[in-house]
T-cell receptor, first 110, second 114 residues
């Protein structure tokens, strides 16, 4: 079965500390993986996707097919990073349908 | 570009009432979808469409109906509202080309069923 697991509901760090939001997936094939972010009172928006291999707002994520993981990392957290983060998967032939994890709320304290 | 728009922003219904949540996009996207967001559950796909006249069920379609008569619009109908349908509903759209699977989300509709 296709599944995305985000084990942490809430992650709280201090400003300047490193951040890692975990994401593991279950999929028999080569999925596309995404990180979406929802800031307070804003709509959900794409942060990263593994296929582009880029860094956005200092965040990076590497697809590890051996561990079926797509963890989101940032070396120095900022207060404006506080938001809800969702890991999502799109499978071959899914026509773009996304399977979301339950989300991790990141709180960056001053 | 307005992007993806949704109306209404908030709605309160009584059990058994019906209503339609509106969604429109002006990006000429083929793909449109509806998700519901519940605390601790993430987002779950209700229905989706890959083009005008084509719709299909997602993970949680029961109690909802959709149609796609134009590329721009994808309304979601609640046939007989139940308290279990209290949720935040998001509409999204994207291209269907695999390399461009970024989905653009609307601002959401917060629905309460009493």
């Amino acid at each position: 079965a296709q599944r995305v697991t985000q084990p942490e509901k809430l992650l709280s760090v201090f400003k300047g500390a490193p951040v890692e939001l975990k994401c593991n997936y279950s999929y028999s094939g080569s999925p596309e993986l995404f990180w979406y972010v929802q800031y307070s009172r804003q709509r959900l928006q794409l942060l990263l996707r593994h296929i582009s291999r880029e860094s956005i707002k200092g965040f990076t994520a590497d697809l590890n097919k051996g561990e079926t993981s797509f963890h989101l990392k940032k070396p120095f957290a900022q207060e404006e990073d506080s938001a809800m983060y969702y890991c999502a998967l799109s499978g071959i032939g899914s026509q773009g349908n996304l399977i979301f994890g339950k989300g991790t709320k990141l709180s960056v304290k001053p | 570009n307005a992007g993806v728009t949704q109306t209404p922003k908030f709605q309160v219904l009584k059990t058994g009432q019906s209503m339609t949540l509106q969604c429109a996009q002006d990006m000429n996207h083929e793909y449109m979808s509806w998700y519901r967001q519940d605390p601790g559950m993430g987002l779950r796909l209700i229905h989706y469409s890959v083009g005008a006249g084509i719709t299909d069920q997602g993970e949680v379609p029961n109690g909802y109906n959709v149609s796609r008569s134009t590329t721009e619009d994808f309304p979601l109908r609640l046939l007989s509202a139940a308290p279990s349908q209290t949720s935040v509903y998001f509409c999204a759209s994207s291209w269907t080309d695999r390399s461009s699977y970024e989905q653009y989300f609307g601002p959401g509709t917060r629905l309460t069923v009493t």
